[in-house]
């Protein structure tokens, strides 16, 4: 935010936007689950970490940052607080996570695999989740 003009001859790199862009949605998705206490966010950082090393090695895998990152933090939310993103399309009788897809690709979209749909692109379950009940039409 207020990193001035310190490094005028260092621009940012498609390599750091895309992990900031990761780093974006996937919080943007835990606030809509009202999931981002202190040691989640840092859950993120700690991905993005790990993930910063790994496209350092493959920086054609940029794109796939950001479904790795939400991977990542899936799985670090598994063990200390449960399933995350529960599915808001099968309702509560089952409650069951979403997962990403592709795992390894651009794009990544939450999606059921009990229902077989696609939920919402990462970083907009918050419009699919809304409250508001009913239809799943948002054209
Ligand atoms: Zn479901």
Redesign the pocket.
Known sequence: MSTGSDHGSDPVSPLEQALHGARALVLADLVSGEVAEADVVSMVEESVVQRRWWVEQWPDGAAYVAGLVAQDVQDALLERYGRWPL?P??GADDP?A?DVEPELGPDPQWV????G?R?AALGALGEASGRSSGGASAT
């Open positions: 599915c399309v099968c069951h979403l059921c695999h009990k229902a749909v939920v």
